[in-house]
C-alpha cells in the first residue's frame, strides 16, 4: 500500500502534480494551477516556468499551459471532470465522516479509470490522495462497477483481442457486480488495499463516473460491507441528483 513519503518534498510534489493535471485534463491557467493545489499564485507560476522550461509544459497564444512534449497523451474521458469534483468532493468529505476511511471519485478513460477526487481518511493509517492516478478498470473497484453498468457489447469491444484479459471470466464477474449493486478490489492494484466501488450513472442509467471507499486491507471486515456500501450508495445518490439539477 502506497503512502505519502515521511519526508516529501512539496515543491516536487507541486511540480508532479501540475504535470498529471496537464496530461489527463488539458488547458490550466496560473490561477486555475494555483487554486487545484491550493499555493499562491506566484508560486504556481514559478512552478509551471520551471515545467515549460523542461518541456513538460508549453504555453498558448491565450496564455494558458498544455502538456509538453515530454508528456506523452493520455487517454482522455468524455466525463466532465469539473463538475464531478466540484458536486461530488463534499459528499466524499461526508462518506469519509461517516466511515472514517479513503473516499474516491474515479472517471472512465478507455481501459483504466482516473483519480479526480480524493479525501483522506483521518486514520493515522490509511490510503492516501490517489487523485491524478490511474488504475486499470477490471481490477479497480471503482472501474469494475463502470463496466458492469455497460452494455456487454461495450466491454467485449474494450477489451477483445487484449491477451492479458480474461473476457469470458471478467463477463461473469461483472455479471455478480451488477447483481450485488458494488465491486470489490481486494488487493488487486496494490498489496495491503482493499476498496469498494458503487457506479455513478448519468439520468439514462449510463455509467458516468464512480464512488469507492478504500481502507488498508487489515480493516476489511465482511460484515461492515452493508453499512459502507450503503454509505456509498448514499453518496452516490447525491452526486447523481446534484449532476441532474445544477446550482
Known amino acids: 500500500m502506497r ?37 499562491a499564485v506566484s508560486t504556481a507560476h514559478r512552478l509551471l516556468a520551471m515545467l515549460v522550461y523542461r518541456d513538460f509544459a508549453e504555453q498558448g497564444a491565450d496564455r494558458r499551459y498544455r502538456p509538453g512534449k515530454v508528456l506523452r497523451p493520455a487517454e482522455t474521458t468524455g466525463a466532465p471532470v469539473a463538475l464531478l469534483r466540484e458536486v461530488g468532493l463534499p459528499e466524499l468529505r461526508t462518506l469519509v465522516e461517516r466511515t472514517r476511511e479513503s473516499a474516491n471519485l474515479v472517471v472512465p478513460a478507455g481501459a483504466e479509470v482516473r483519480f479526480v477526487a480524493t479525501a483522506e481518511s483521518p ?32 466491454v467485449t469491444a474494450l477489451y477483445d483481442g487484449d ?9 461473469r464477474e461483472l455479471a455478480l457486480v451488477r447483481k450485488r449493486g458494488f465491486a470489490v478490489n481486494d488487493q488487486l492494484t496494490e498489496t495491503g488495499l482493499t476498496a469498494i466501488g458503487v ?21 476489511f471486515d465482511r460484515d461492515m460491507v452493508p453499512a459502507w456500501v450503503s454509505a456509498i450508495s448514499a453518496a452516490v445518490t447525491r452526486i447523481q441528483a446534484a449532476l441532474e439539477h445544477p446550482a
Open 163 to 171: 491477451a492479458g484479459i480474461d473476457l469470458p471470466r471478467l463477463r
Open 3 to 39: 503512502n505519502k513519503p515521511p519526508y516529501a518534498l512539496s515543491s516536487v510534489d507541486h511540480a508532479l502534480q501540475l504535470a498529471a493535471l496537464l496530461q489527463q485534463e488539458g488547458p490550466l491557467r496560473v490561477t486555475d494551477a494555483a487554486e487545484r493545489l491550493g499555493v
Open 199 to 219: 457506479a455513478v450513472r448519468r439520468a439514462d442509467g449510463s455509467p458516468l463516473a464512480a464512488v469507492s471507499l478504500a481502507m488498508p486491507t487489515a480493516r
Open 123 to 154: 486514520q493515522i493509517l490509511r490510503v492516501g490522495d490517489r487523485v491524478g492516478c490511474s488504475l486499470p478498470a477490471h481490477q479497480a473497484s471503482g472501474g469494475k462497477a463502470i463496466l458492469a453498468a455497460l452494455p456487454p457489447s461495450d
